[in-house]
């Protein structure tokens, strides 16, 4: 089930989903959260580079999140990921974009431009070994700032 207004209010409220900073009213949207870039980026055609959310997020073991784009964005020819869009319930730390210029235009981006929006997915049942978990290997857990891939090192 995809969360709407009323209940990404109630699961901030009760701290299933946290976000820091917290959230202003109107980046709660009908149905997703808006997130922002923390710093900004010049792209030129067919460019990608990682940045990283101002929001740090943490979910909870019953809720899972896709990163989506924003659409005046999107039609601009800005991809907010390519294909690491899915944070596991359990997740905490900065959402790491993955942007591409697919345009044949130049695009600017500021700092603490709204970027792209998490869509919430309430589990039918608790994760019961949530992202972060010692059996997992999550190498994401906690981070801050635009982490590179783990295959890198």
């Known amino acids: 089930m995809i969360l709407g207004d009323t209940d990404i209010r109630t699961f901030l409220r009760l701290g299933l989903i946290r976000v ?32 990283h959310t101002v929001e740090t997020v943490t979910l909870s073991n019953q809720i899972a999140a896709n ?21 596991d319930p359990g997740f905490s730390g ?18 603490g431009q709204a970027i792209g929006q998490l869509v919430f997915h309430q589990l039918r049942s608790p994760a019961q070994r949530p992202y972060g978990h010692p059996d997992l290997g999550s190498h994401y857990q906690n981070q801050v700032g635009t982490v590179r891939s783990y295959l890198n090192e």
């Open 94 to 111: 900065q959402i790491v974009l993955e942007l591409f210029n697919c345009s044949r235009h130049d695009i600017s981006l500021e700092d």
């Open 67 to 87: 990163l989506t784009g924003k659409s005046s964005l999107g039609r601009l020819g800005l991809a907010v990921h390519i294909t690491a869009g899915f944070v």
């Open 20 to 51: 820091d900073p917290e959230p202003q009213d109107q980046a709660i949207q009908p149905a997703s959260l808006e997130l922002h870039l923390a710093g900004g980026l010049y792209l030129e055609p067919m460019e990608f580079a990682l940045a």
